[in-house]
């Protein structure tokens, strides 16, 4: 049977860096508070006109490189995002012109949290049926320019994160590695307890006054929903994919979450029963960057020596929709 494989993962972020102390300055918030709360110390925001395409063409470079592939072979693109440059068309296409792919398919997944998770799963699919032998699975977001950076949005503003991170997925030679399980999950009941209400086709020209004027176009949680239900859904959906992978907890060298909050990270180890090293976690340095945050995960951690050819690595993700997700990947 033929497997994917993961064959090259890169990832690219602003050079600016915003501290907590910089958010100081915008809202009534605090470091000790934030770092309490989410773990974040600092995240990167693009400079304006900078869009999650432009972004995720630095980060492709970078895994066509790691991967020992030319822009050339690239047959298909898969891109993860919910900040997509333009209401339509996606981020996908544009990606693929700023790569020079000519007429290679490009299609956007917009899955919030869960996107790279599920992104990977449409490419694995593709790949292990032939239909394609060299995808760019992209997770990119550019957050910042959605935020409500004042006193009032401050419970979403400090959480989030602008970044790209790619993957490129080829065909495996070696069964015995690679993509092994993919399971994916969504609870469209609770699509008000994470979103962002506008831009809405429900009303005339997308936006009414109203809804500007109660910054309706801005990200809203219900923060304590979203926390139980992550702390549930992603140690079940973990548990899940080892066993369609058929495999167990315990031969897993490092779990990839979707770095959400550092208290989830946190709460998904002590749920799970391992120690918290082998839950990878870097939203201290990036914030919360949805769709990118698993890909930027998982080439730090490679970068880091924390995963290694052979090891078994998780991926999980949940977020909006809800929609959660995840992966076992023989790396
Ligand atoms: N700085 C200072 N105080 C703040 C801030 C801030 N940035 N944000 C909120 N507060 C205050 C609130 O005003 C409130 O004060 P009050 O009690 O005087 O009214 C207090 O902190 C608690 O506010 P809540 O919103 O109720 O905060 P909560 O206890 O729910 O914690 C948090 C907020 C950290 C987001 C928590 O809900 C949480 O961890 N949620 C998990 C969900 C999450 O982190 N999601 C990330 C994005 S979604 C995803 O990626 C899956």
Redesign the pocket.
């Known amino acids: 049977m033929t497997r994917s494989r993961i064959t090259g993962i890169a990832f690219h972020v602003p050079e600016r860096v915003v501290t907590n102390a910089d958010l100081e300055k915008l809202m009534d918030?605090?470091d000790a508070?934030?770092v309490e709360?989410?773990g974040i110390r600092e995240r990167r925001f693009v400079e304006p006109g900078v869009g999650p395409a432009d972004l995720a063409a630095e980060a492709a470079k970078k895994a066509l490189a790691d991967a020992g592939r030319r822009v050339e072979d690239v047959d298909f693109i898969v891109f993860a995002t919910i900040t997509r440059d333009y209401m339509f068309p996606g981020s996908g296409a544009l990606l693929q012109e700023r790569l020079g792919l000519s007429t290679v398919g490009a299609m956007d997944i917009h899955n919030a949290?869960s996107g790279f998770v599920y992104a990977l799963a449409t490419a694995d699919a593709f790949v292990r049926v032939g239909q394609y032998r060299c995808v760019l699975v992209v997770g990119a977001e550019v957050q910042s320019t959605g935020l409500n950076l004042s006193t009032a949005g401050?419970?979403m503003a400090?959480?989030f994160g602008d970044g790209a991170g790619v993957a490129v997925v080829e065909p495996s030679a070696d069964e015995s590695r690679g993509v092994l399980s993919c399971v994916m999950h969504a609870e469209g009941a609770h699509a008000k307890d994470?979103w962002a209400e506008a831009p809405t086709s429900l009303v005339m020209g997308r936006f009414t006054q109203q809804m500007l004027d109660e910054g309706r176009g801005y990200p809203q949680?219900n923060?304590?929903q979203?926390?139980k239900h992550?702390t549930t859904r992603f140690p079940e959906v973990i548990l899940e994919s080892l066993e369609r992978a058929g495999h167990t907890l315990d031969e897993v060298a490092l779990i990839v979450p979707?770095q959400?909050?550092k208290?989830?990270g946190d709460a998904v180890a002590e749920r799970l029963g391992v120690p918290p090293a082998k839950v990878f976690q870097n939203i201290e340095r990036y914030g919360?960057t949805?769709a990118a945050s698993i890909p930027i995960a998982l080439a730090d951690a490679r970068d880091q020596g924390l995963v290694k050819p052979g090891d078994l690595v998780v991926l999980a993700a949940?977020?909006g929709g809800f929609a959660w997700a995840a992966s076992v990947v023989r790396w």
């Open positions: 918030t605090s508070w934030i709360r989410t949290c401050r419970d400090v959480l994470l949680m923060g304590r979203v926390f992550a979707h959400a909050n208290r989830i919360n949805t949940f977020g």
